[in-house]
């Protein structure tokens, strides 16, 4: 097996704030490609929101990404412009139309999303505000 350098980014989300928050991020994942040659950076759930936003469904899915392949935030996120390093990015995510998914972003190092984790079982809260609509 390989070894590999990882990072782990813990970062004070402002609540709701997702272009704070993306270039808080984004700044991290520099630091830690340039500082300690990370070759895998990972980011804590739910970090373009916080993990509790106390809104409605409608109002959090005005915020997430929809379809996060070619999303302008998940783009930002790509580090292939300027690293040859894995990113994971927890986020919620917008898809198939009516739901709001607490998703992980696997990112490559060529800045294709390799895959999205959608959690299975949200917590009571989250069910609350998972549907829009």
């Known amino acids: 097996m390989k070894e590999f350098v990882a990072a782990c980014v813990q970062i004070a989300v402002a609540p709701n704030d997702v272009q704070a928050n993306v270039d ?11 500082e300690y040659g990370a070759e895998l950076v990972v ?8 993990f509790v936003t106390g809104l409605d469904a409608n ?7 929809e379809a996060p392949d070619g999303s302008p935030v998940t783009c930002r996120w790509r580090p292939s412009r300027w690293a040859s390093t894995w990113c994971g ?6 898809r198939s ?3 709001v998914y607490n998703s992980a972003i696997l ?5 294709e999303i390799i895959g999205i984790y959608d959690k299975t079982h949200p917590f009571p ?3 609350a505000t998972a549907a829009a609509g």
């Not at 808080?24 to 340039?34: C, E, F, N, R």
């Not at 109002?59 to 990404?65: H, T």
Request: charged letters at 25%; glycine letters at 14%.
């Open 24 to 34: 808080k991020g984004v700044a991290w994942l520099k630091t830690a490609v340039k």
């Open 43 to 50: 980011f804590p759930e739910t970090v373009t929101t916080s």
């Open 59 to 65: 109002g959090l899915w005005d915020l997430v990404d």
């Open 89 to 94: 990015r927890p986020t919620g995510a917008a």
């Open 97 to 99: 139309g009516a739901w």
């Open 107 to 111: 990112i490559g190092p060529d800045g």
């Open 125 to 127: 809260l989250e069910r």
